[in-house]
């Protein structure tokens, strides 16, 4: 069965005060948004490099509160900065927080900036891989211990294109694949998660893919769509946070699913 058309928006702490933030959740809940995501770095990661900024997983805690239909998350934790245990506990609060609508984001880290500025070792692309696996199943480990559980089976999403690592960690241990590029290189990493799957047994079509909104969607969506995307992100930064292609996404997902 095909998978109806969701539409994320990524809520980019960076360059704002947080009453703006805040109001543009509502808003982006308002539109009819799917899911809002935020992101896990300590610096912007354009414009004024020392610019405003916030934390991810403090900010999900309150945007649990501040909304009520929208799923959240980050698009993606950082495995690097915190305890994998510690995370699955996070995890599980703000799942209790929002009545069960805590997407799991996850990626091994990539911003050098982040890591040198708070004292965490950055060591090789490799290496944070390599983490992330042993992670994962740590993860999975502690929410299955937690009292209370979970509301439900927190969905976890992992970020990256890695064909030989990271799509292998996402046929192992994720129900959402959130991936960069056009149509062509998309296609072509899902039929290496698909052979990945078929290695560890599992059926392909469990897992969501999610992909960043390029341009108008009308000119890009529909070929993504026949490549398997489902999931399409639009990403908005401050000061002002300009949601008209949030708007028209919106629109081409109702046309979609009609």
């Known amino acids: 069965m095909t998978r109806p058309v969701r539409i994320g928006l990524q809520l980019q702490p960076q360059h704002a005060d947080y009453k703006i933030i805040r109001e543009t959740a509502a808003r982006a809940e308002e539109l009819g948004a799917d899911i809002l995501f935020n992101w896990d770095h300590f610096y912007p990661l354009f414009g004024d490099p020392d610019g405003k900024h916030f934390e991810c997983w403090t900010m999900l805690g309150a945007w649990a509160e501040a909304t009520s239909r929208v799923e959240i998350g980050a698009l993606v934790t950082c495995n690097s900065y915190r305890n994998p245990e510690l995370l699955a506990d996070m995890a599980r609060t703000v799942d209790h927080i929002s009545s069960g609508r805590l997407i799991l984001g996850i990626g091994s880290g990539w911003f050098e900036k982040d890591y040198t500025e708070y004292g965490y070792e950055f060591g090789t692309a490799g290496g944070r891989l390599d983490d992330l696996a042993e992670a ?23 970020g990256g294109g890695g064909e030989k690592k990271t799509l292998k960690l996402v046929a192992k241990h994720a129900d959402i694949w959130h991936s960069f590029g056009d149509a062509a290189t998309v296609e072509r990493k899902v039929g290496i998660l698909k052979q990945h799957c078929a290695d560890v047994g599992r059926d392909a079509s469990e897992i969501e893919v999610s992909v960043a909104a390029q341009g108008e969607p009308e000119e890009t969506g529909p070929r993504l769509r026949e490549v398997g995307a489902s999931l399409f992100t639009v990403g908005a930064s401050g000061p002002d946070y300009d949601l008209s292609l949030l708007e028209r996404w919106i629109s081409w997902r109702d046309a979609q699913n009609s």
């Open 136 to 158: 994962l199943p740590r993860i999975e480990s502690r929410l299955a211990k937690l009292n209370p559980a979970p509301t439900r089976d927190i969905p976890v999403l992992i």
